[in-house]
């Protein structure tokens, strides 16, 4: 445990070390890794292409670094505790020879259908272990995994499916959330109308009625049935693609966004055993989806390369009530709890009666992640649920940085609420003025870049190199631009200050606003539509929709409703809009540019400082706009 940070002035000195050799720092880390062969070079790299490697030419298995590397060790320490939806079923526990063997013996189910390294596979599954086991078995045979979050709609899946060229999609019959049983396997179905793949390999979860297409369908304990557990790993390149994880951009379709193996193998053990200051043995519970990058990298990667034990949990915060989270601490004991704001202030709502008839003295760590948490909600998950004796992790990152970039290091670094705090070590901010000039010293407030690479950011987006280069890399001229404003205090603490571009944060799940108007566009009644976000108390963002549209033979709250199942349709129900206005016109500027500064205020309510409004085309649209206000 070299790698390990014990004292404040021991992470100034790393934090050093890696900015003044930033080669030498991660070398040494990665050298507690168990690499087929070692890397020519440590870095080579030119934030112009982009074109970025870590550990040039060394080859690897990620998963041998998770089990055979360890199996001697520790075979028999849970890997993943699996909490089901219902408190009443019976959970299950899995050691990691268990869920060696369960990998090695789909790895050589994959293998079987005709996936191999380099083919791409969909997982589009609950959280069951078996989500786990398909993206090791995936990772074993060297194939890129795309998860996608099973919440999204059929047109989305067959989106990522299409884009990505899938030759597989590893799923299930059905979802269990809270009180509900979900149709999962049906959208796969209505997903593969639109696009095609050659195997669908269905896990059974909810027992419900599925058609099983001849041929290309295949129930996952039919196909595990009497084969070995026991699998050689393809060794890939470290550069090679682990995954691909589609992300919402301020422009267009959601973009694979792309992550290689080794760099972010590194990055996702180093930052995991250091923010949450991991021991062996210690239970650690992410409350995230893995659809979400924060699943990947910190319920499955990160933690089980640590050889941590990971709980993973089916189920929804208040299902069978708001008490469940804090009766599944009680229950396993966890150590370091790992959960997003939206979920905070939803619980918060419910006051504390829901904690109390629980114990909470396992905690020991408490982290936040996905959007800027508020200082009401951090002082109340620092009171209530780490009982005024848990440090708060607030760990800012994004799926494209793949891991954690800003955050303390629990119990060593001190907090102040809503702050992010400092980089970890390797990670190299910058914060710039509009016009890109780096902004020093403290007391200063801008946009956030990265001007030196970190192992696990992204390499490409997926099929579209110059759509990563023209998102990220060419705001400002050298540096990864991060979308995010923020603010470093006089002490040199950063504070992250939400999107500057046109992604909303909904409940910590991003989406871009062009994305939703394209969706609120289909219905065939609209002819125009603008998307804006505006404080929500609970989700943090929620969605603001003003449409104009076709009113003949409906009355607007047919229509209204007509256009949220739309967006259902076409992206998920996180995408839903929150309040839709019918308006007759929207504020253009002459040039016809939608002047959404001025949508985001009244949809704020501070409709009395609009600000300059002299380059509008038409003036009495924005008091029409401000009359019909919801
Ligand atoms: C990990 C994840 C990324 C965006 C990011 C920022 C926001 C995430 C945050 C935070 C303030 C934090 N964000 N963590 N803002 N404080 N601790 O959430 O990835 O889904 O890609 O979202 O989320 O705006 O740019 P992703």
Sequence with gaps: MSDRIHTLSGYFHEYQK?????????????????WQKRWDKVLDWDFEGPDVKWFVNAKLNITENIFEKNLFTHG????????????????????YRELYEEVCQFANVLKSKGINKGDRVIIYMPMIPEAAVAML??????????????????????????????KAILT???NFRGNKKIAVKAIVDEALEKSSVETVIVCKRTAQDVEMKDGRDHWWHDCIEGVSTENKAEVVDSEDPLFILYTSGSTGKPKGVVHSTGGYMVY??????????????????????????????????????????????????????AGRFWAVVEKYKVNQFYTAPTAIRALQAHGTDPIEPYNLDSLKVLGSVGEPINEEAWRWYYTHIGQSRCPIVDTWWQTETGGIMVSPIAGITPTKPAYATLPLPGVQLCIVDPEGKELTGNSVEGNLCVKFPWPSMIRTTWGDHDRCKQTYFSTYKGMYFTGDGVKRDHDGYYRILGRVDDVINVSGHRLGTAEVENAINEHPLVIESAVVGYPHEVKGQGIYAYVICDMTNRTE????????????KIIGPIAKPDKIQVVSGLPKTRSGKIMRRILRKVAEGATDSLGD???????????????GRK
Aim: charged residues 20%; hydrophobic residues 40%.
């Design 18 to 34: 890696s900015v003044t050799e930033p080669e030498n720092f991660w070398a040494r880390i990665a050298d507690s890794f168990h």
């Design 557 to 568: 709250e047919n229509l209204v409703n007509e256009i949220k199942d739309t967006v259902s």
């Design 137 to 166: 078995a995936c990772a074993r045979v060297g194939a890129i995994h795309s998860v996608v979050f099973a919440g999204f709609s059929a047109s989305a899946l067959a989106d990522r499916v299409n884009d990505c060229e899938a």
């Design 76 to 95: 028999d320490r849970t890997a993943i505790i699996w909490e089901p939806n219902d408190p009443n079923e019976e959970g299950r526990k899995i050691s």
């Design 268 to 321: 996702t053990k180093y930052s995991f055993e250091n923010v949450f200051q991991y021991s062996p043995g210690d239970i650690y519970w992410c409350t995230a989806d893995i659809g979400w990058i924060t699943g990947h990298s910190y319920i499955v990667y990160g933690p089980l390369l640590a050889g941590a034990t990971s709980v993973m949990f089916e189920g929804v915060p208040t299902f069978p009530d």
């Design 613 to 627: 409004t002299s380059t509008l085309l038409d003036p009495e649209v924005v008091k029409e706009i401000i009359d």
């Design 172 to 174: 299930a019959d059905g």
